[in-house]
């Protein structure tokens, strides 16, 4: 994945043989420019862990038990369709001729006539084809260029999750210096935000609190509301307030994140940066596509992306997110979008 100032490939390995995960792995990483992140026995297991690895480059041996090749790039291209997919196989025939295809193909050097002869083939035929995927990557690093001129003044962030340790993950990362305000609308209960507000205080440096209607943003602070009503943003003279109004049952759902992330808008224009972790049904989708129109920051977990039918999801396939991030990366996302480092604590822990 690229960060800011780094720009590594992840590569998650997948092939039956441990002596052959073994060997591409010392062979990728004595190159600097790649990183492998995890292997896997077959294609179930790797499914089972893409998510949370978050790969750039998937490596995919073509005969393997339980789920073969075929079946893996199958999968992979249908949730995961920007990983560069590489076949690696004794028998290249087989891969060309899948559907869909891997992006490239590389025959295994099963007719080596030593072990020596089969590292060179390797560096010589794999390694330029997992560096292929820099192009994709370059592509992604322009769009960071285009859109991350502009500094945020607020982060927004919409999550479902009824645990705190999604935004825990996340927030854990950030120093008690993070400079702008951090609004998170959770999908619960009001009933329960006392106690999610208590257990994520205990997740991060940052202060946490519950917000109520007028409640100022303040620099620094996370500030947590639920979707049982809607809340909008009003600038009053320097300082942004959060203001709440209950919808009457018979109007329907209060769509909560469209009216925060619409009225964000309003307030900082296109200088505001939305995270989307998490989400059930369509709340939310309307404002990241005004954020998106306005030219702010929208980023999705990748976590998320693979189910249509989630908000990270939905926003990711309707083209409103350039960007991509895992939930154990984006601290230091945020970090590095406002010219910060991660504090040396957080990077030992």
Not at 98 to 103: I, K, M, N, V
Not at 199 to 212: D, E, F, G, S, Y
Request: proline share 7%; with cysteine.
């Amino acid at each position: 994945m690229t960060y800011y100032g780094v720009s590594r490939l992840r590569v998650l390995i997948i092939d039956d043989a441990p002596i052959v995960r073994r060997m591409l792995g010392q062979i990728i990483s004595t190159d600097s420019e790649l990183e492998v992140v995890g292997t896997a026995a077959n294609g179930r297991i790797a499914m089972s862990r893409i998510a949370a690895l978050d790969p750039d480059v998937v490596i995919v041996d073509w005969q393997m038990p339980e789920m073969d090749g075929a079946e893996t790039v199958r999968q992979l291209r249908q949730g995961w369709p920007h990983l560069h997919l590489i076949a690696f196989t004794a028998h290249p025939e087989d891969a060309l001729a899948a559907e869909p295809a891997p992006d490239a193909v590389v025959t295994k050097p099963v007719a080596a006539g030593s072990m020596q002869a089969v590292i060179e083939h390797l560096r010589r035929e794999l390694l330029p084809r997992v560096k292929d995927a820099k192009s994709g990557h370059a592509a992604q690093d322009n769009i960071l260029a285009a859109i991350t001129s502009t500094r945020p003044e607020a982060v927004l962030v919409a999550c479902s999750d009824p645990s705190p340790a999604t935004l825990g993950r996340m927030l854990c990362q950030l120093p008690t210096t993070f400079p702008v305000p951090i609004i998170a609308v959770q999908q619960m209960p009001a009933a329960c935000q006392g106690m999610f507000v208590e257990r994520l205080a205990r997740l991060t440096r940052l202060p946490v609190r519950a917000l109520a209607n007028g409640d100022a943003l303040l620099p620094g602070q996370v500030g947590i509301v639920t979707n049982d009503q809607a809340w909008m943003l009003v600038r009053m003279g320097k300082t942004v307030h959060l203001g709440g109004f209950p919808v009457p049952p018979e109007v329907g759902a209060p769509m909560t994140i469209d009216v925060l992330f619409n009225t964000a808008v309003d307030v900082w224009n296109g200088r505001s940066l939305a995270l989307v972790l998490s989400g059930v049904g369509q709340d939310g989708l309307r404002g990241c596509q005004r954020l998106h129109q306005a030219g702010a920051e929208v980023v999705v977990a990748t976590d998320g992306v693979n189910d249509p039918d989630s908000l990270p999801g939905l926003v990711w396939h309707a083209g409103l997110s350039r960007l991509r991030q895992g939930v154990d990366h984006l601290g230091e996302f945020l970090l590095g979008r406002l010219g910060m480092r991660v504090p040396a604590e957080a990077a030992a822990g």
